[in-house]
């Protein structure tokens, strides 16, 4: 069949129109693209506006799971986009907040306008950060809740600022409550804002009453005008000092009693103007610490003095030092009166020392006797006596004591004595404070009263060691002092037997007869003068210190042992100072002292040959107001460079000797306030000698 083709006309149209619609075409296709191009564009700007907006975004769908993340989302979660996307955000969130991350998705997609909730995000095996959770479901076209947009915001630092905050406040609270320090906060009109438990203890009232009053009424008037100045300075447009230490203040009580304290403020300026902190510390308790330490540091000081005192103290200084003492004592308790009892070991009646001389202890024997029980005894008013005390009493109105107390004073487990001092008052004599500072003070007395009785029971035994050492030394010189009497007493015979030939004679010479009676009595007085050498030497007694020819006292030393020097062979050679200045001591030991080196010597000198055996006595001045005397021998010497061992009690290199000897003489010569020394000679020998000063009395 032959097709029939339309018209040209008709073709030609049908083109035209046909060129038209694809020119429209063409136009709407480029409108499209260049829609789509800014659609593009502007989902790429919004997509960078959500990729670099401040705060991380997530898409959800209802399980949580990550469609879409930003990249603060990314780095807030700490994991790559990669292991992010299509994961739940459970997988990102501390276990404890899983549920509250399920609800808060359920709130969400049915519905609820935005939610808001806190998490924990894990950032880490052992690290999680706080995460205010932010979301909004988000409709499709067909208007239901597929997706939801989830907004991150990282407030662990917020938080924790909040939180220490809070604590802050609360630990501020905590303080300002239990602060020790009384703590006010006055108002730039100076009227009280806060006060504290410490500021209402310290002032005796509740911090209701105060608020809102002046708190310069609290402020002693010496103090007021330069705190007014601190803190109404501006009020007032007058430059005050600036805020600081106020230092020693007064401040008054609500009940009108004053206490010290130091004080100082400090200014906040704020929103709500000027408020000033005043920190007030109640000194009072340092004040009588400071005080109570330094009378304890007079007392120490005093006792301290007492005890060095009484230390070195000699048998002439006793009475003054001991009342020296006691009127030390009593300046420092600030009391009248004063006294020291000694109660002695056997017998004997109590010795007193008083200040006033004020009392003896035969007056108050009901006190004397608490004493020595062991009793602290104090008396304030006389009707606390016992009926027993009737004496007591009757010399407490005699002297007209006032209140007393009385200290026993205990050494070695006995009571050695009392402290009694009066005028305490009636607070004072029974506090702990007194009764300590009482027995420090008794201590040192009673170290006294024991150390004096201990030292003349030292000097007993001293005397009767060297009386022991006289008569154990005048034992070794049995065969010279039988020389000694046998002399004159065989020249006495002689000179009677001739007088009575003479008697015999009819023509009696009587000027021969009165010769031969007085060569009698010489040879009588000869022979007492050995016998009173030896009854010095071995009479027991007391020292006496007399002035002292040491010359003289070397002298009778050598007629003493002239007679075992001569059985021994020994000779004795005497190198004395014509121009000695004399010595003060006591002769007898002072001779016990020369015998005891002159025998030890001649005993050193046995083993020697006849001739080589000499015993030198020497007097010298040693020094400026010091006399030596030293006795030297030429025996065997002394063995070893140490002789200090020499001295020391009950060394000895004889067969029968006791060892005491060289130590009685050591003590008799420091008690001379003398130096005994030793040393061997050059040539041989030894040389012992000691040192004397020089008396000051004078020959």
Request: charged share 30%; hydrophobic share 40%.
């Amino acid at each position: 069949m032959k097709k029939v083709r339309p018209p040209t006309d008709e073709v030609q149209r049908l083109v035209h129109e046909l060129a038209v619609q694809e020119l429209e075409l063409e136009r709407q296709n480029e409108e499209i693209r260049s829609a789509r191009h800014e659609l593009e564009a502007e989902r790429d700007r919004v997509a960078d506006l959500y990729q670099l907006a401040p705060v991380a975004h997530l898409t959800l769908d209802p399980m949580g799971t990550v469609v879409e993340a930003t990249v603060l989302a990314v780095a807030l979660l700490g994991v790559d986009y990669g292991r992010l996307n299509r994961r739940r955000l459970h997988e990102r969130v501390v276990p404890a907040d899983w549920v509250t991350l399920s609800r808060h998705l359920a709130d969400v997609f049915a519905g609820a306008a935005r939610r808001t909730c806190d998490l924990g995000i894990l950032t880490g095996r052992d690290s999680a950060r706080l995460v205010r959770v932010s979301s909004v479901a988000v409709p499709d076209a067909r208007g239901q809740s597929t997706r939801c947009r989830t907004a991150l915001m990282d407030i662990t630092e917020r938080k924790q600022a909040e939180e220490g905050l809070k604590d802050s406040r609360a630990q501020f609270e905590s303080i300002i409550t239990s602060a020790l320090d009384g703590i006010v906060t006055v108002g730039g009109d100076g009227r009280v804002v806060l006060m504290n438990p410490a500021a209402e203890r310290m002032f005796g009232c509740k911090a209701a009453t105060v608020i809102g009053h002046a708190f310069d009424r609290f402020i002693h008037e010496s103090s007021r005008k330069w705190y007014r100045a601190v803190i109404l300075a501006d009020a007032d447009g007058v430059a005050g000092p600036a805020p600081g230490r106020l230092g020693a203040v007064v401040v008054r009580r609500a009940d009108g009693t004053e206490i010290p304290v130091e004080a100082s403020i400090s200014e906040v300026l704020g929103s709500w103007g000027r408020l000033f902190t005043v920190i007030l510390r109640d000194v009072s308790a340092r004040q009588r610490a400071e005080q109570a330490l330094g009378e304890r540091l007079r007392l120490e000081q005093l006792v301290t003095q007492l005890a060095m005192t009484f230390g070195h103290l000699s048998t002439v200084e006793l009475d003054q030092e001991v009342l020296r003492g006691l009127r030390a004592v009593i300046d420092f308790l600030g009391v009248d009166r004063g006294c020291l009892i000694e109660f002695p070991r056997a017998g004997k009646g109590a010795r007193c020392w008083a200040i006033e001389d004020w009392m003896d202890v035969e007056d108050f024997p009901w006190m004397a006797a608490r004493l020595q029980r062991g009793d602290f005894v104090t008396v304030s008013r006389l009707e606390e006596l016992p009926d027993e005390a009737a004496v007591d009493r009757q010399s407490y109105l005699t002297c007209r004591v006032k209140p007393q107390v009385a200290l026993p004073l205990e050494a070695g487990g006995r009571i050695v004595g009392g402290l009694v001092f009066s005028t305490i008052g009636d607070d004072r004599a029974t506090s702990d404070d007194l009764k300590r500072q009482l027995h420090l003070v008794g201590e040192v007395f009673a170290n006294l009263l024991s150390r004096k009785v201990a030292e003349v029971e030292l000097q007993k035994l001293r005397e009767d060691l060297g009386h022991v050492n006289r008569v154990s030394t005048i034992g070794e010189l049995t065969t010279s002092l039988a020389h000694e009497l046998n002399q004159p007493l065989t020249a006495i015979l002689s000179c009677a037997q001739a007088g009575q030939r003479l008697i015999d004679v009819d023509a009696m010479d009587r000027g021969e007869f009165r010769e031969i009676l007085r060569e009698i009595v010489e040879d009588g007085r000869r022979a007492a003068a050995v016998i009173d050498r030896l009854r010095a030497l071995l009479k027991k007694g007391d020292p006496q210190l007399t002035v002292l020819d040491l010359n003289e006292t070397v002298a009778e030393v050598v007629r003493l042992i002239r007679s075992d020097a001569l059985v021994r062979d020994i000779s004795i050679r005497l190198e004395l100072d014509p121009t000695l200045s004399p010595a003060r001591g006591d002769r007898v030991q002072l001779q016990q002292v020369l015998l005891n080196l002159a025998l030890n010597g001649m005993d050193a000198m046995q083993e020697l040959r006849t001739g080589e055996r000499t015993l030198v006595f020497r007097t010298a001045m040693d020094c400026p107001g010091g006399i030596r005397v030293s006795v030297r021998d030429s025996g065997v010497g002394i063995s070893g460079r140490d002789v200090e061992p020499m001295f020391q009690p009950f060394y000895t290199t004889k067969a029968g000797g006791m060892g005491i000897g060289l130590t009685i003489a050591r003590s008799i010569i420091e008690a001379h306030d003398g130096e005994l020394e030793a040393e061997n000679n050059p040539d041989g020998g030894a040389t012992f000698s000691f040192t004397l000063p020089v008396s000051e009395e004078g020959p």
